[in-house]
C-alpha cells in the first residue's frame, strides 16, 4: 500500500479531532440521556507530535537473507516498511515469494543434511549463540532505534526491556545446547535400550509484527541450540530487525544456509513456507484465524508438526481485598502496554462489586495520566498503533462498545492529527455478551466488568474461546490458589502482569494455541525422540 493510499485512507475514514476537551454523547436507548466524556487535549497532542524525533539508525539491510548472502527476491519486486508515526515510507524492502522460499528452504535442507550445523559439538553451537548475544548488547541501541522506527513502541522500552530479554533468551539456549540428551530406558529381557534426542530438520518459522525481536529469539534460540536450520518469515509491517538480527547472527559465526530471513505477504510467502514439503516443523504466532489456516497447510502437505501461540482475551481479576492503587496500576499496565497490541494483555477487568467504583475512578485517572506520544522522547508510555488497518478496527470495535450500551470513560478517539495514534480508552458498565468483551482488540482499550464471588467470576472468565493468560489480584493466599487452578489459561500471573523470562514457558490452552515457546518446553518441538534397542549377550547386569 503506497504512502498516498493510505493518507487518503486516514483523510477519507478518520475525521479531524475537534478543539473540544470533553465530548456530549448519547447513552444508551436514552437519546435524553448525555454523559460528557473526558478528551485528550488535542492542542496538546498535536504540539508533542509537532517535531518527531529523527531515529539515529540507517536501514541497511532490506534485501532477503539467502545462504549467508543478502540478494534481491526473485521477481525483483519490493515492498514499503512505514514509519507508524506518520505513515511515511522508510524503506522499500525485497518483497519475497514462493520462489524466494523455495531459494531459502534449499539452502537451509543443504545446510541440515550436509553443512557443519548439526554436525557441530554442542558447545560450539553455544559459543556461537553466546558470541551473538554479545552482538545484541554491543548493538543495542540500532536495534532499538530500528523496531521503534518500524513498530511505534517506545524506544525506552525496547533499548530496556525488550533488546535485554533477547539476548538473555539467547544466553539460556546457548546454555542448553550441550545438556540436551536422552536416556538409558530398563528393558524386560536381554536388551540395551536408549533414547536420542535430536534435531528435528528445517524449521519454518513465522514471527507477527507486535514483538519483532523478541519472537524472533523466542523461535530461532530454540531451533539453532537443537541443531536445527530456520527459514523465518518476518511480518510485512515490520521486516527490518530480523534482517539486522540475521546479519549479527552471521558476524557471529553462524555457518551460511543455516538462518534465512524471507520478507514478504502471509498469502505468498508465509503460505509457501506452510505447505512447503520440504520444510520439516513450523512454527506460527499470530492470529488464531491466520493460525487455523497455517494448520491446514501443514496438514495437507506433509503433515509437518506445527506449534501455535495465538489471540487471547484474558481475564485481570481484581479482588474486594487488593491493594486498588496497585491493582489500578496493575491492570492499566496489563492492558495499556505495547499500545495494547499484546496477544496476552489482560483486556478484560473483572472487579469485586466493592471496590468497583473506587477502582474504576482511578483507573480513569490513571489513563488520562498516560503519556501518548513521539516513542522516541523520554517519558512516552505509548507511541502509535502499528498501521492503518490496525488503527481502523481499534476505532470501529470503540464504536461498537458505544452502541452496545458501554459506558465510554474516557479516550475513544484518535491522538493527534496524523499517524496511528489512539487515546487510551476506557470502558466501564461492560457485559459479558458485548463484542468488546468477546473480540480482540489488540489496542488500548480497557473494558472494566463487575463480579460479586469467586465461582461466578471464574465461570465467566472462563467462558471464552481463547486460554492464552490470565492475572489476579488478592492479598489472600487461598483465593490466589483457588484462581490460578481453577483459570483456565497457559499463563496465570498472581500480583503482577507480562512478567516474562526465558525458563518460563509460554502458551495457551482451547484456541490461544498448540505447545509452548521458551525454558526447557521450548526445546521439544524443536527435537525428535529415537528409541535405540541392542541386544545383550551375556550382561553382567540389567
Excluded at 82 to 106: C, K, L, N, Q, S
Aim: aromatic share 8%; net charge neutral; glycine share 8%.
Amino acid at each position: 500500500m503506497a504512502a498516498r493510499r493510505i493518507s487518503s485512507l486516514l483523510s477519507r475514514s478518520l475525521s479531524a479531532s475537534s478543539g473540544c476537551s470533553s465530548l456530549l454523547l448519547s447513552r444508551g436507548k436514552n437519546p435524553g440521556l448525555r454523559r460528557s466524556i473526558p478528551r485528550f487535549s488535542t492542542a496538546a497532542a498535536a504540539a508533542a507530535l509537532e517535531e518527531l524525533v529523527i531515529p539515529p539508525v540507517q536501514v541497511c539491510h532490506t534485501q532477503l537473507l539467502i545462504n549467508g548472502q543478502f540478494v534481491d527476491s526473485a521477481s525483483g519486486k519490493t515492498f514499503p516498511a512505514y514509519d507508524p508515526r506518520t505513515a511515511e515510507v522508510i524503506a522499500h524492502v525485497a518483497e519475497g515469494d514462493g520462489e524466494d522460499v523455495d531459494r531459502a528452504v534449499a539452502a537451509a535442507r543443504k545446510a541440515f543434511d550436509e553443512g557443519p550445523w548439526p554436525k557441530m559439538t554442542p558447545y560450539e553451537r553455544c559459543r556461537i549463540l553466546l558470541r551473538f548475544a554479545d552482538l545484541v548488547e554491543k548493538h543495542s541501541e540500532e536495534l532499538a532505534a530500528l523496531e521503534t522506527w518500524n513498530n511505534g513502541k517506545p524506544y525506552e522500552q525496547a533499548l530496556h526491556s525488550e533488546i535485554p530479554s533477547m539476548a538473555r533468551l539467547f544466553r539460556y539456549y546457548a546454555g542448553w545446547a550441550d545438556k540436551i540428551h536422552g536416556m538409558t530406558v530398563p528393558a524386560d529381557g536381554n536388551y540395551h535400550m536408549q533414547t536420542l534426542h535430536e534435531p528435528i530438520g528445517v524449521a519454518g518459522q513465522i514471527i507477527p509484527w507486535n514483538f519483532p525481536l523478541v519472537l524472533f529469539s523466542w523461535k530461532v534460540g530454540p531451533a539453532l541450540a537443537c541443531g536445527n536450520t530456520v527459514v523465518l518469515k518476518s511480518a510485512e509491517q515490520t521486516p527490518l530487525t530480523a534482517l539486522y538480527a540475521a546479519k549479527l547472527l552471521h558476524e557471529a559465526g553462524l555457518p551460511p544456509g543455516v538462518l534465512n530471513v524471507v520478507s514478504g505477504y502471509g498469502p505468498t510467502a508465509g503460505a509457501a513456507l506452510a505447505s512447503h514439503m520440504n520444510v520439516d516443523k513450523l512454527s506460527f504466532t499470530g492470529s488464531t484465524h491466520t493460525g487455523k489456516i497455517v494448520l491446514e497447510l501443514a496438514a495437507r502437505s506433509n503433515l509437518k508438526p506445527v506449534t501455535l501461540e495465538l489471540g487471547g482475551k484474558s481475564p485481570f481479576i481484581i479482588c474486594e481485598d487488593a491493594d486498588i492503587d496497585e491493582a489500578v496500576e496493575a491492570a492499566h499496565f496489563a492492558i495499556f502496554f505495547n499500545q495494547g497490541q499484546c496477544c496476552c494483555a489482560g483486556s478484560r477487568t473483572y472487579v469485586h462489586e466493592r471496590i468497583y467504583d473506587e477502582f474504576l475512578e482511578k483507573a480513569k485517572a490513571r489513563a488520562m495520566k498516560r503519556v501518548v506520544g513521539d516513542p522516541f522522547k523520554k517519558g512516552v508510555e505509548q507511541g502509535p498503533q502499528i498501521d492503518v488497518e490496525q488503527f481502523e478496527k481499534i476505532l470501529r470495535y470503540i464504536k461498537l462498545g458505544v452502541e452496545s450500551n458501554a459506558t465510554l470513560e474516557c479516550g475513544g478517539e484518535r491522538f493527534g492529527s496524523k499517524g496511528f495514534f489512539i487515546q487510551p480508552t476506557v470502558f466501564s458498565n461492560v457485559k459479558d455478551d458485548m463484542t468488546i468483551a468477546q473480540d480482540e482488540i489488540f489496542g488500548p482499550v480497557q473494558s472494566i466488568l463487575k463480579f460479586k464471588d469467586l465461582d461466578e467470576v471464574v465461570r465467566r472468565a472462563n467462558a471464552t474461546a481463547y486460554g492464552l493468560a490470565a492475572g489476579v489480584y488478592t492479598k489472600n493466599i487461598d483465593t490466589a490458589n483457588t484462581l490460578t487452578r481453577a483459570l483456565r489459561a497457559g499463563t496465570v500471573w498472581v500480583n503482577c502482569y507480562d512478567v516474562f523470562d526465558a525458563a518460563i514457558p509460554f502458551g495457551g490452552y482451547k484456541m490461544s494455541g498448540i505447545g509452548r515457546e521458551k525454558g526447557i518446553y521450548g526445546l521439544n518441538s524443536y527435537l525428535q525422540v529415537k528409541a535405540v534397542v541392542t541386544p545383550l549377550k551375556n550382561p553382567a547386569w540389567l
